[in-house]
Structures are given as C-alpha cells and as structure tokens.
C-alpha cells in the first residue's frame, strides 16, 4: 500500500535509512562516551566508533581517514572550508573564484570574506547550468588562492566538470574546492581522481541524520591547512574544535558505507524512474526541463510549466511534496536565483517544479506523482488568464503588465 | 506554510471562474500584475442598465492565496453596483481569508483588479475614470 503524501524533495533532505539507525542506537544509550575521555573505557568505546566511521566515509570519497574533519553540517564545512583557506593562504592572495549558482551557504559566505578584503569572482553559468571552462581559466589570477564550484547543484542537478575545474586550479597554484552535499553518495566521487583539495557534505542528504558533515582536508599533494574557526579543545586536528557528535559521525559512517555499495544500482534505478517522470510530464504542452540533460545527478528533476505558477501549482499537487523555484515559497518574492542565472525569465522560474527522489522512492509513487502532477498542472491552466492568451495566440511579451 | 481553510476551500472550488466577452459594452475587464512577480489577474464583470455587477469571471496565475482573493472577490462583486463594488478593501479580503502578512500582496492585487474591472467599465459606458487612489506599489 503506498502512503500519502508522497515524499519528493530528496535534494532537501532524505529519511534516515532504519540500518543507519540501528548503527546509531547504542550511541545515544550504553555507549555515550566522548570520544575526547583518553583514560577510560567510556571514550575508548565512542572513539572506536569515530574511528571505524571515519575510514567508512574516507572510502567513499578515496582518501584517508586522517583527511576527515567532522562539522555540524555542510554548511559548516563550506564555512570552514573557505573562511579557513582565507586566512591561512592570505599571504599568496586574496582572490577567490565562485559561480552564481552555488549553494549560499558558499555564496554568504564569500560575501562575508569580501568585508574582510577578498576579491570575489563569482563566474556565471551557461544556460545549460555549467560553467564555462575559458571563462574560469580568463578569471585566474596570481591572487587567486582557491576556486570553489559545487559538484552537483541542489536545484538542478547538473553535474560541473569537476576534474577539468580542478586541472586550471592547480595550473594556476590555487587549490579546488567543491561542495559536494548533493553528489557524495549518490555518483562516485574520488577527491584524487578528480583532483579535489577541499570538499564540504553532509549526512542527511544520504540517509543519514541531520546535524553532521565532513570537510576534507588533503593532507598530501599539497598539504592543505585551513584556519580554525572554532577555536577550543582542538578536536578535529585543531581544525575543528568541539566535542564529537558521537552518534551522529557512527550514523554518517553507516550512511557512506550503504551508499558506497549500493550507488552503483541504486543510480541505474533512479534514474530510469526519473526519466519516466521526466518524459511523461514534458508530454504535457508547454513544460521545459531545467539544465543539463547529459551531465547531472541521477534522482533530480527540474521542469517549468509555462503560465502555471509554481506555488499554486505545489498546492494543487498536495500529495506530493516536491519544491519550487516560485517566489512566493520565499519569503523575498524573488524567484529562484539560480535558475535565474541559467538565463531563464522570471515567469519561467516562478513556474518550475523540483522532483527529488531517493531511496525509498518506489514506481508507483512515481506513476501517482506523473498522474497528479499533470492533473494539478491541467487544473491550474484552466484557472490561468496566461494560458488563455497564450491559446488565443497573444503574445505575452507584448503586452505592459503592471510590475509591482 | 499552512493555507486557512478557505483558501483551500477557494483554492480547490474556485467560484466564477471564467472568462467574459472583453469587447461588450456591459462588460469590465480588470488585468492586474505580472508573469515576472508570478501573479497575474484578471477579473471581468457584467454590469446592467442600474449599473449592478449581475456576474463576474475571474482567471488568475499566481499562489493558492492570489486565486482564493480573487475567487472570493467574484462572489462578493455580484448583486452590488459598481459604487459599492469600489469599497470593497483588501483588508476585508485578508480578513476573511485569513491570508499571512507575506500574502497581502494577493489581496492588494484583487482590490486592484476590481477597480481596473469598472474603470474598464466606466470608460466603455462614458463615465470618467476614477483616479485609484490605493495603490500597491
């Protein structure tokens, strides 16, 4: 029996698989030591679970368990991640490279540190969502001293060609960066393979819990440092202090390890499922896919429906919980800015749908989603004075709507 | 967010939704807003010979909010003459609806549209048109 409403928005967040659970229990009960306690069996116990959680998440991303430093989150991490190469690289440069469409947790962040004297580039995307590699080989300069593009956009999904990004990076002496929340677990990342010298994620966008993340640090070709920005016990290597969110890093290293084996299917599935979802939506009139269609994460789907507006859209679609690029889900009434910089007008992006599956997504949600979301879509363009223009053949852009 | 009970109610049976002859003298048509904000109205009513609203059509793009206001204000529109129909104010549209302060815009714009619906109405019938004197911008 399929329950509703139907959970849809998997680029938010995603449940906690019931195995990472089962790992997490004993954390919080009988083995609540902190892992910090050197002199008894209490922190002995908790720091064996860091440890082995630790070595879970290194082999997902390819690198070694020394490189891992546990945060509260991806945000934190980007926070660290650039904060933390700002201040230990200012002697080289100032100069940061970035793109319009990443996350704001990189995007605020970058903002805050041109308060503080650096100089930010912030590169702009094409319409398909990926950046152009001439233009960020045309923005490097003997300044820049890290460039920092996400692998995979929690909007879209496009994938950006991460080892040609770091290839120019490194060229040119600065060291790549990525945030990676989107695409660790869901697509192989190998931080060598790839090139990559810092990388934020975090576990509840891979059926893990909330409140934790990683940052990887590379530790060798080049020894990277960043700058502590908390300062404490020196947890972490000194690069993150506070104590150890046991259950949660034991969750995180579950969550690697079930995504580590299971992507490879897992992958195939989704994708075919978002495919189905994707072809038969984009039958109905009028409906655009958003980005890349060849480079992007396999369970992301992102469709405008012309002369429908995606808040009310959303509620029409009431047993499905998907996200939308809408103004009006915001409380700022801009629409989504990135898919604003994919070029796409603003009657565009209020009308987009973001479709995020997951795991525990099954083809009968898909098929009830498919049928209710065109049905929502049918029901709103009887109610749209748009779409009765655009059926009469007025053409919309003609007419001096009353901007307000 | 959570909706009011009617809007959801507005929102799933929208009152009066339909779409007038624009070209009749007897009837008003309002456009307000814009593709780029994401709403868009647009209000028509039929006016008799006592200048009494005896139907009105709306069709709206926009929020599950932005289509309640304007379903509602098609029900109250009807059986009043167009110089009641002026004092209809937004406020009572928030009222009724229960609308959060992030969607008075919705009910700004259902104010707009009714008078831009008998301004229509007015010039068509030789009347002068009225200067709106609340505006949203």
């Given at each position: 029996m399929m329950e509703l409403?139907?959970?849809?928005d998997n680029n938010a967040t995603t449940p906690l698989d019931p195995r990472v659970l089962e790992a997490m229990l004993p954390y919080f009960t009988n083995?609540?030591?902190?892992?910090?306690?050197?002199?008894h069996a209490f922190g002995w116990v908790a720091e064996e679970g860091v440890d082995y959680a630790r070595e879970q998440v290194a082999k997902l991303i390819g690198c070694?368990?020394?490189e891992i430093i546990f945060t509260s989150g991806a945000t934190e991490a980007d926070n660290l991640g650039i904060k933390g190469v700002f201040e230990m690289y200012q002697d080289k440069g100032n100069h940061i490279i970035t793109a319009t469409t990443e996350h704001k947790a990189v995007l605020d962040t970058c903002k805050h540190l041109e308060k503080l004297g650096a100089k930010v580039t912030y590169l702009n995307v094409k319409e398909d969502g990926l950046i152009d590699l001439q233009e960020l080989e045309a923005a490097m300069?003997?300044?820049?001293?890290l460039v920092t593009i996400m692998y995979?956009?929690?909007?879209?999904?496009v994938i950006q060609p991460i080892k040609e990004i770091s290839a120019i990076a490194h060229k040119h002496g600065a060291l790549f960066m990525t945030d990676a929340t989107q695409a660790v677990g869901k697509i192989p990342v190998n931080v060598n393979e790839d090139g990559i010298d810092l990388m934020a994620f975090s576990a509840h966008k891979m059926y893990g819990p909330k409140g934790v993340g990683v940052l990887y640090v590379r530790?060798?070709?080049?020894r990277v440092k960043v700058t502590a920005q908390m300062d404490g016990g020196g947890h972490e290597r000194g690069m993150r202090s506070g104590t150890l969110n046991v259950p949660g890093i034991v969750g995180l290293g579950k969550a690697c390890e079930l995504c580590r084996l299971e992507m490879e299917s897992e992958a195939k599935r989704l994708s075919a499922l978002r495919d189905k979802l994707e072809n038969a939506l984009t039958t109905l009139e009028e409906s655009y896919v958003n980005?890349?269609?060849?480079?992007?994460?396999p369970h992301v789907a992102n469709i405008s429906f012309k002369y429908v507006e995606g808040e009310g859209l959303m509620m029409a679609m009431k047993d499905l919980a998907v996200s939308s690029?809408?103004?009006?889900?915001?409380?700022?009434?801009?629409?989504?800015y990135v898919l604003k910089s994919l070029g796409l007008s603003d009657d565009l992006a209020h009308s987009s749908i973001r479709f995020g599956l997951g795991r525990f997504t099954t083809e009968e949600e898909v098929d009830y989603a498919i049928e209710n979301t065109k049905k929502a879509v049918n029901h709103l363009r009887d109610l749209s004075p748009l779409w009765e223009m655009f059926k009469e053949g007025v053409?919309?852009?003609k007419i001096e709507w009353a901007e307000h | 967010m959570a909706y009011s009970e009617k809007v959801i109610d507005h929102y799933t049976?929208?009152?009066?939704v339909g779409t007038l002859n624009?070209?009749?003298?007897t009837v008003g048509t309002g456009l307000v807003g814009a593709p780029e904000c994401g709403d868009v109205m647009r209000l028509q009513i039929e006016v008799d010979a006592n200048n009494v609203i005896t139907d009105a059509k709306f069709k709206t793009f926009g929020c599950g909010s932005a289509i309640a206001s304007s379903s509602l204000a098609t029900e109250w529109l009807k059986g009043k003459t167009i110089d009641q129909a002026l004092?209809?104010?937004?406020m009572d549209i928030v009222e009724e609806l229960a609308l959060p302060p992030v969607k008075i815009h919705c009910s700004v714009l259902a104010e707009d549209a009714i008078k831009s619906a008998i301004n229509d109405y007015r010039v068509k019938n030789g009347m002068e048109a009225l200067v709106l004197e609340k505006s949203h911008h």
């Open positions: 409403p139907i959970y849809l083995k609540f030591g902190n892992a910090a306690s050197r002199n070694t368990d020394k300069t003997e300044k820049t001293i995979g956009n929690n909007e879209i999904g530790r060798k070709n080049p980005g890349n269609r060849e480079h992007r994460l690029g809408s103004a009006c889900t915001s409380a700022s009434l801009e629409p989504s053409d919309l852009s | 049976n929208p009152r009066n624009k070209d009749s003298k004092e209809i104010d937004n």
